[in-house]
């Protein structure tokens, strides 16, 4: 196996970091306060469009053009950060530090590592997806972008606070715009998917607010920063009991089974941008602050609750197969299908996480990000294609594949993404997991292998009914897809692509030519913390 | 101690009896003339409370103290008359002058509990309050004996610890009682003092709740004036705690259920409410119960975390309640749309209730996690699950209003039009709800002194 491995990830994981020559491009351009610019960026021009006057909606225009410059801008800072990253060591970048709140021992620490950075790329590039997903948004066009800016900002926040109460804070505050944006905007049922949502990821931020204190007083820490919460060992049931906590946030957020109750009602009624910030980005800070706290901090909890962890990732990855084919055969909602199949990833990377070696934490990493883009490729496709088509009923959507191709091609390739075909990102981050966890979690990963291949029957069901079958009964018309909507569903699927073709970033000569790869930078910095779970090799 | 310590209180006495005596004023100015000139006098009264009130000592024998716990509190109760004051709407009001005079006397009253040396002159602090608020309330039958029977249960619990410890010095009564008590009637009466001061704090919530039965003889201020008594109470708590925390270890149980049933009792109204002031009043409930539960884990960062919430709840309670005052908008869905009709006051009422649930990035939410991690602290585990629970679903009960609110079309139905003075206050609201968040810091840094004032461990 070992062998295997080594073949099948040559060129993505190097055995053991070192300085990589640094990238053209790298530090021709640094940013100050990169990390707040990150937060407060988007979350000052949400401030600034909910307070601009907006006489009988003349400005609409103006608003989508602030809220897509501000996240195209983000991504732009963000790129430019990326390619300045150092690859090699374990230290915090771009870290600001200030005490905030010294009476609680509360820091203003924010800061990346790899994994951060890796995520919060993901977030900028579903970021600009999102705004581009809702161009066709007409009502209350004000509040819509200041809201979708507003959760943008807190979900940056959370990646790159590096202190428990700032992680807190805006995992809590994310809540609320989440609810209000599912509420205020999309499908009939909205109202009630709105609510859900609220519920369940209001659950998930009680549970990590209790997680954390949990630590916190089990530690006997002054501080909530991460760098003094993390390196404190406290017993083994404190651990378990905040690992347990963070297990809840992780599940009502990313989502699994039997937490997922928001994400079939939310997925399936928001607007298309709404449901890619979702599923895309806020979704998977549940699975983040899982890793990062709880598996990358607590050491012995983390391999204690392993299996409980890999049961959940089981249930999760067999409910979604099983649902997927009981609802296309059903002939139900499309949407609906389309957030079954969604659980999916987040199967797999719970799997990564509680497979706890080396390569399932470079897994999981991989499958936040690429779990987080094929997800929201194959909801939002969906989303666009039943708006299209003005139905989501798979009984008259048949067939669509002659009448709108471009649409038909982007679920196709939403539909692979989510199984992990190779060339997507999400192929890595499904055979690093299944690599990394057959050893320590073989139940679980097979029960999670086993899910895939009936969520594969699922999307091979779901093609044929959708672009093949005919339409039994009336007939749906559909329209191709327009401009905005191809260049955010492209902007998903090109970072897919990207990833999944030069993991390690594309190079001449050896020299990283502004990518310094995705693989280098996912695994450099948290080499450290995940060498702790390495299974000792017995001696010959 | 300087002379201009006492210069708020003086103020703001002399203005409620000036207001008092004042003739009636011509109807067409009136409801700006009046909370205008008023409101100064209370501004000037914060600005000296600040720049002079860092001043520590005593005076008249030790019945007035002025410490940082005194600067706190009286910072934040004057903060909160004034915005309860411009706030409220005084153009059907038939006296502004002898209304505000009610308000501001209540005003006095928290302030020279805040200041109180010895348990006499906390008790008449508390009692000038509850007075007030009981005529602000019409001289509601229930609502005034439940105030004079919480001021005779605390002046009988005073005369125990007095009796116990022999003096009626605050500062000096802690030294006097026995160390780790856990039973016993000195543990009773401290538990009646804090079943009185906790009646009158969570008054307000209480009150604000059947605001839909006020005899038509209240106030439109009496929303305020309450908070303002509450706010009284709240201080006595704080104050009467750091007394008797030698027995701590026997009251500090009863403390935390009585906050986990206000927590979650608080919370499980606020969903069910069906108009906005029993809403408020709900949340209010449940932030009265982190404040208890504050005083329950009583050590100086928990008690720090309490009198942080305190000035959120001041502020938002008087400033929110006042906006609503006897507003048509009573019933739930008569406030769709309300965010188009008036933007100022919707976003000072959203605000409002999401401080009051707790939402984060807000006031309420950094008091209340001040107070969770004391929680945590302490050992009340089940306390921080039942306040997070709580919080959960204060936020649910917020979260429907604010949809309402901002997300659906106008309702039919009578619009309110604010005028110029009460949309500033009401952007005044805002700011000041925005500014516990943007502030945190600063404003946890002087709770904490606050606390180190009261000579908690």
């Not at chain 1, 990590?208 to 049931?237: E, H, K, M, Q, Y």
């Not at chain 1, 897809?481 to 073709?501: D, Q």
């Not at chain 2, 209240?218 to 706010?231: M, N, Q």
């Not at chain 2, 104050?239 to 979650?264: K, T």
Request: charged letters at 10%; aromatic letters at 8%.
């Amino acid at each position: 196996m070992n062998h295997i491995t080594r073949i099948l990830l040559e060129g993505i994981v190097p055995p053991t970091p070192s300085p990589t020559p640094p990238a053209f491009g790298t530090n021709l351009i640094s940013v100050a306060f990169f990390c707040s610019t990150m937060i407060w960026g988007p979350a000052l021009l949400a401030l600034l469009i909910a307070t601009l006057p907006n006489p009988r909606e003349r400005y609409n225009d103006t608003f989508r053009n602030i809220a897509l410059l501000t996240t195209i801008g983000m991504l732009i800072v963000n790129l430019l950060t990326y390619s300045n990253f150092q690859t090699f060591g374990a230290a915090l970048q771009y870290e600001e530090k200030v005490p905030w709140l010294p009476g609680l021992g509360v820091i203003y620490h924010l800061g990346l590592d790899g994994m951060g950075m890796g995520v919060l790329m993901l977030s900028s590039i579903v970021g600009v997806a999102a705004v581009l997903g809702s161009w066709n948004v007409r009502t209350r066009v004000r509040s819509y972008f200041s809201l979708l800016l507003l959760l943008q900002g807190c979900v940056n926040g959370v990646i790159v606070s590096h202190d428990a109460f700032v992680d807190a804070l805006f995992l809590s505050a994310a809540v609320l715009p989440a609810g209000l944006l599912v509420t205020g905007w999309g499908g009939p049922a909205r109202a009630r998917a709105g609510a859900r949502l609220v519920g369940y990821w209001g659950l998930g931020a009680a549970a990590f607010w209790a997680a954390i204190f949990v630590l916190w007083s089990g530690t006997g820490s002054a501080s909530f920063d991460l760098d003094v919460l993390l390196r404190a060992t406290p017993a083994l049931g404190v651990q378990v009991a905040a690992g347990a906590l963070l297990l809840v946030t992780a599940a009502t957020w990313l989502p699994l089974f039997p937490f997922h109750g928001w994400a079939r009602d939310a997925l399936s009624e928001a607007t298309p941008g709404v449901t890619v910030l979702l599923v895309g980005s806020a979704s998977r800070l549940g699975g983040y602050l899982l890793l990062r706290i709880f598996v990358l901090g607590e050491h012995n909890g983390a391999v204690r609750l392993g299996s409980a962890m890999a049961g959940l990732a089981v249930a999760t990855a067999l409910y979604a197969g099983v649902l997927a084919l009981a609802q296309l055969r059903a002939r139900g909602d499309l949407r609906r299908i389309a957030a079954t199949l969604a659980l999916l990833p987040g199967a797999v990377t719970l799997l990564a996480i509680a497979g706890e070696t080396p390569m399932a934490i470079l897994g999981a990493i991989f499958a936040l990000y690429a779990g987080g883009l094929a997800a929201a490729l194959l909801v939002s496709a969906a989303a666009t294609t039943a708006e299209r088509a003005e139905t989501r009923s798979l009984a008259v959507l048949g067939g669509i594949g002659l009448r709108a191709p471009i649409l038909a091609w982007i679920v196709i390739l939403g539909g692979l993404a989510v199984l992990g075909m190779p060339g997507f990102a999400s192929y890595l981050a499904w055979l690093t997991t299944l690599l990394g966890s057959i050893r320590t979690e073989p139940g679980g990963t097979f029960g999670v292998a086993v899910g895939m291949v009936l969520c594969g029957a699922a999307v091979a069901g779901l093609f044929w009914r959708v672009l093949f079958a005919p339409p039994t009964g009336e007939r749906a018309t559909v329209t191709e897809s327009t401009i905005p909507e191809r260049l955010y569903l492209s902007v998903l699927v090109t970072a897919l692509i990207w990833v999944g073709i030069v993991p390690s970033g594309p190079k001449v000569a050896g020299v990283p030519i502004f990518d310094p790869g995705y693989a280098n930078v996912a695994n450099s910095s948290t080499t450290t913390e995940a060498d702790q779970y390495a299974i000792p090799v017995p001696k010959r | 101690m300087r002379w201009t310590v006492g210069v708020p209180e003086a103020l703001v006495g002399v203005a409620a009896l000036v207001s008092w005596f004042m003739p009636a004023r011509p109807r067409a100015t009136r409801a700006v003339e009046v909370p205008a000139t008023f409101g100064l006098v209370l501004l000037v009264a914060w600005i000296i409370e600040l720049s002079y009130g860092s001043a520590v000592g005593t005076a008249f024998d030790g019945g007035f103290v002025q410490d940082r716990f005194a600067l706190y509190a009286k910072s934040f109760l004057i903060l909160a008359a004034l915005l309860g004051l411009v706030l409220t709407d005084w153009e059907i009001a038939e006296r502004p002058e002898r209304e505000t005079s009610l308000l501001l006397w209540a005003c006095f009253g928290g302030l020279v509990a805040a200041s109180a040396g010895d348990l006499m002159v906390l008790w008449a602090g508390c009692a000038l309050a509850v007075v007030a608020a009981g005529a602000a309330l019409g001289l509601h039958f229930r609502l005034v004996l439940t105030g004079a029977a919480a001021l005779l249960l605390a002046a009988l619990a005073f005369a125990f610890v007095y009796a116990f410890a022999g003096e009626s010095d605050l500062a000096g009564i802690p030294a006097k009682l026995p160390e780790g008590v856990t039973s016993g009637s000195l543990v009773v009466a401290a538990i009646a003092g804090f079943v009185a001061l906790g009646a009158l704090l969570a008054g307000a919530g209480l009150v604000l709740r059947g605001a839909a039965a006020w005899p038509a003889e209240s106030s439109l201020a009496a929303g305020p004036v309450t908070g303002l008594a509450a706010g009284a109470g709240a201080v006595a708590l704080l104050r009467f705690a750091a007394a008797v925390i030698g027995s701590a270890a026997g009251w500090s149980p009863f403390l935390a259920a009585v906050a986990a049933i206000l927590l979650l009792g608080g919370a499980a109204g606020a969903l069910g409410a069906r108009s906005i002031r029993g809403l408020v009043g709900w949340l209010t409930l449940a932030q009265t119960g982190w404040i208890v539960a504050g005083i329950a884990a009583h050590d100086r960062v928990a008690v720090a975390g309490a009198l942080f919430l305190l000035g959120v709840f001041l502020v938002t309670y008087c400033g929110v309640s006042a906006l609503l005052g006897e507003d048509v908008l009573d019933r739930l869905p008569a406030l769709a749309g309300h965010g188009t009709r008036a933007p100022a006051a919707a976003v000072a009422i959203g605000l409002a209730l999401l401080s009051l649930a707790g939402a984060p990035p807000l006031g309420g939410w950094f008091g209340e996690f001040a107070v969770a991690g004391a929680l945590a602290q302490s050992g009340y585990f089940w306390l921080l699950f039942a306040g997070l629970g709580a919080g959960l679903l204060s936020l649910a009960a917020a979260v429907r209003v604010l949809v309402m609110m901002f997300l659906s079309e106008p309702a039919e139905g009578t619009v309110t039009v604010l005028n110029s003075l009460r949309v500033s206050a009401a952007v005044g609201l805002v700011v000041v709800i925005v500014g516990f968040a943007l502030f945190a810091s600063p404003l946890h840094t002087l709770a904490l002194q606050g606390a180190e004032g009261l000579r908690l461990p």
